[in-house]
Nanobody, 129 residues
Framework: QRELVESGGGLVLQAGGSLRLSCAAS????????MGWYRQAPGKQRELVAV????????NYGDSVKGRFTISRDNAKNTVYLQMNSLKPEDSARYFC?????????????????????WGQGTQVTVSS
């Protein structure tokens, strides 16, 4: 059973458009204290997009999305959202939901996983110029 289920992607958008991604957590992941989004484009490393702590008090954004993307969470639904505005072609990537422990603005998993957080399967976002 998948523990992080993403939705909202799988679309081709025009530059300047908006999209909201959702990620619902279930199972053993419910005990985590941070969730967020990373993305990976072909031939590039996975990079942080936005992360949020459990209470939503702390957030952190990648430099390239600051001012355009907003992360939020609904703890009652165990769901994190990523509102993406003013999309650019360079935002095209596979977006992965992550869950784990908040560590200085990133998300880390337990030591036994090499500190790798829980990952969703990812959802594709494509922005055309």
């Amino acid at each position: 059973q998948r523990e992080l289920v993403e939705s909202g992607g799988g679309l081709v958008l025009q530059a300047g458009g908006s999209l909201r991604l959702s990620c619902a957590a279930s199972g053993s992941i419910l005990s985590i204290n941070a969730m967020g989004w990373y993305r990976q484009a072909p031939g590039k490393q996975r990079e942080l997009v936005a992360v949020i702590s459990t209470g939503g008090i702390s957030t952190n954004y990648g430099d390239s999305v600051k001012g355009r993307f907003t992360i939020s969470r609904d703890n009652a639904k165990n769901t994190v959202y990523l509102q993406m505005n003013s999309l650019k072609p360079e935002d095209s990537a596979r977006y992965f939901c992550a869950a784990g422990t908040w560590v200085t603005g990133t998300i880390k998993g337990p030591a036994q996983t090499g500190f790798d957080p829980h990952w969703g399967q990812g959802t594709q976002v494509t922005v055309s110029s």
